[in-house]
C-alpha cells in the first residue's frame, strides 16, 4: 500500500468512476480497478459497490475515503512544504470559482500569481455556486470563490470583498439617460433575473418587495454572462455587481445606473475545506487573494504574464 494507491482510490470514489479517476491519474482502468482489488485484498471488506452506476463506496469504502482523503492532503502539503525549503515555490494550487468572479477577477489574480512564482501550478475552474461548494468539499479544490459566503460543518468561509449592484439597460431602453434609479422605479418594469434557486435573486428579491415594487421577471438565468446578453437585445433590465459588467458599458452595448437608497451589494467570500491544511503554493494562493481583498475592477493592474509559465495554467469550464 502507498499513497498512489490511496490517491487512486479517492479519485475513483470522487469521480465515481473507474475510467475517469484513470484518465485523471494517466493509467488504463484496469490498472485503476487493479488498485481497489489489491486494497480489497489487503483489508479484507469491499470498498467499491461494483454492480451500481455511478459507482459507490460501501459503507467500509466510506470509512476508508474519509481516511485515506486526509492522509493524501497531508501528504502532498507536507511535500509541497519540503521541496519550497529548498526551491521557489513549484507546487499546485486547485481553484475554484463561480463564472462571474472567475471571468472578470480571477484571471488577472492568477496572472499576478503566476509571474511571482513561474514554477507553480495553478488549476482554475469556472463552476455553479453549488459545485464550487462541492469541489471543495470533496477535495478536489483547495481555494473555492463564491458570492454569499456560509461556512458548514465541512467548509470554512471568510469574507472577501463587496461589489455595489446596479441596474443595466441596454442602450435604447427608456431608463438608458438616467443618472441614477431606486429600487422603486422597478415597478411594472420588466427584469432578466437570476434563477430562484440562487442566494442572489433571493436577495434581491427581499430588497424589492421591501420598497413596495413588483417589476415583471420575464426571464431567469443561473449566470450573468447569459442575463447581459438578455439585456442587449432589450429583453429587459437587471440588477447585476458592477464589477461584472465593466467591459459592456466601456463599449456601449450596455448602460450602468447607479442606484439610490441604501446600498445594495453582492458579497463575495473565500471557501476552504474546514480543518484541511493547504499546502505552502496554495497558502501563497490564499494570502495574494486576501491582499486584493479591496480591489475595485478599475485598479486591477494590467498584468502580462512570461511566455514561458503559460504551460502551467490550466482554465477549463468556461462555457
Not at 462571474?100 to 514554477?119: C, D, I, T
Not at 421577471?217 to 450573468?224: A, G, P, Q, T, W
Not at 481583498?293 to 514561458?308: I, Y
Amino acid at each position: 500500500m502507498n499513497i498512489k494507491s490511496l490517491k487512486i482510490f479517492c479519485d475513483i470514489v470522487t469521480r465515481r468512476s473507474f475510467s475517469r479517476a484513470a484518465e485523471d491519474n494517466g493509467l488504463s482502468q484496469s490498472v485503476a480497478s487493479q488498485v481497489v482489488s489489491q486494497l480489497e485484498s489487503r483489508l479484507g471488506v469491499q470498498l467499491i459497490e461494483r454492480s451500481k452506476r455511478p459507482l459507490v463506496p460501501t459503507h467500509e469504502g466510506r470509512v476508508f475515503f474519509e481516511g485515506c482523503r486526509d492522509i493524501v492532503a497531508r501528504y502532498d502539503s507536507l511535500e509541497d512544504e519540503v521541496r519550497s525549503l529548498h526551491e521557489d515555490v513549484a507546487g499546485r494550487v486547485r481553484v475554484a470559482a463561480i463564472y462571474s468572479v472567475g471571468l472578470h477577477h480571477m484571471s488577472e489574480y492568477v496572472q499576478e500569481f503566476m509571474a511571482r512564482y513561474p514554477k507553480a501550478n495553478v488549476r482554475l475552474e469556472y463552476l455553479h455556486p453549488q459545485r464550487v461548494c462541492e469541489a471543495i468539499e470533496n477535495d478536489q479544490a483547495d481555494v473555492g470563490i463564491v458570492s454569499y459566503p456560509r461556512g458548514s460543518r465541512k467548509i470554512e468561509a471568510e469574507a472577501w470583498r463587496e461589489e455595489p449592484i446596479v441596474l443595466v439597460c441596454g442602450p435604447n431602453h427608456p431608463f438608458a439617460a438616467r443618472e441614477s434609479a431606486s429600487l422603486a422605479d422597478l415597478h411594472g418594469q420588466r427584469l432578466v433575473g437570476f434563477d430562484h434557486d440562487l442566494v442572489i435573486r433571493q436577495e434581491i428579491d427581499k430588497a424589492i418587495e421591501s420598497v413596495g415594487a413588483e417589476p415583471t421577471v420575464v426571464m431567469e438565468f443561473d449566470n450573468i454572462e447569459t442575463i447581459k446578453r438578455a439585456v442587449e437585445i432589450d429583453a429587459g433590465m437587471a440588477l447585476l455587481p458592477e464589477p461584472t459588467v465593466v467591459r459592456e458599458t466601456e463599449v456601449g452595448s450596455l448602460i450602468s445606473i447607479p442606484l439610490t437608497g441604501d446600498p445594495l451589494v453582492r458579497p463575495l467570500g473565500i471557501i476552504r475545506g474546514r480543518g484541511k491544511p493547504l499546502s505552502p503554493t496554495a497558502r501563497r494562493f490564499l494570502d495574494l487573494l486576501r491582499g486584493h481583498a479591496h480591489d475595485t475592477d478599475e485598479g486591477l493592474r494590467e498584468l502580462k504574464r512570461p511566455p514561458e509559465v503559460l504551460s502551467d495554467l490550466a482554465i477549463v469550464g468556461t462555457a
